[in-house]
């Protein structure tokens, strides 16, 4: 395996989708390669960061109507 | 979260109660909204979709039979009223953005050629981002960056990561709720997570 092979298995790879043999070849390279290693660390970053948009606050407006629709689906139960 | 607090979770919906509802929209609302936009592309129309699928949730609460956790359940019902709201929205707008060059699917390289030498190994290889400060590496505007990245991407990719990486599902129940095949939901996810590692690299250097 060689490094332009090995960055488009990073994926398969971290997602646990690659046969055992494909990965202890790739785990093999990586063991080995500055360049690979570093790269497959900033798809985990890249992953991680991603992750922050998760904590974006509700906008206070949209909160509200939802929580207001909340009452009047509850009150016609 | 585990089943007990979930199936809990459920139950205090049912019973009206208004904390659990709320604490239920500041936990997903965010990646719904976003998850939206990539059907139809304007705020206004996302906002809508996501209040209708609040809204179809909670007129068929006590339909739901908790086969799927609460949160796969709510996402399905934002992705059918997200599409079907794009295929009214598609017999108005112009077809344009139906041809914008999309590879989601493609094995196409994600990493320039250039930067690899012929026998296929790193000439210009990733330099380590060990050493940066955390503040510039997770601060606000590495955020804004990945922000722009994400919106960049063809929606096939961008439903993908979002659902995966910002709304936190297994890739199984990525596959199932966008209901394409496990190697897709792979090949769209590669893409799009070294779009934004390409992004972050130019910003990083």
Partial sequence: MNCRQVVELMTDYLEGALSAVDRARFEEHIAGCDGCTAYLAQLRMARKIVGRLADEPVPAAVEKELLEAFRSWRSTR | MGEASVDSELEALRAGDEAAFQSLVQRHHSSMFKLAMTYVGDRGVAEDVVQEAWLTCLRSLDRFEGRSSLKTWLFGILVNVARARRRKESRILPFASFFRRDDSDSHRPTVERSRFGSDGMWRDGPHSWDNLPESKVLGDETLQHVRS???????????VILLRDVAGFDAAEVS?????????????LHRARAAVRQTLEEYLR
């Fill in chain 2, 149 to 159: 990245a994400i919106d960049a991407l063809p929606s096939k990719q961008r439903e």
């Fill in chain 2, 176 to 188: 199932s709720l966008l209901g394409i095949s496990a190697s897709n939901e792979r090949v769209r």
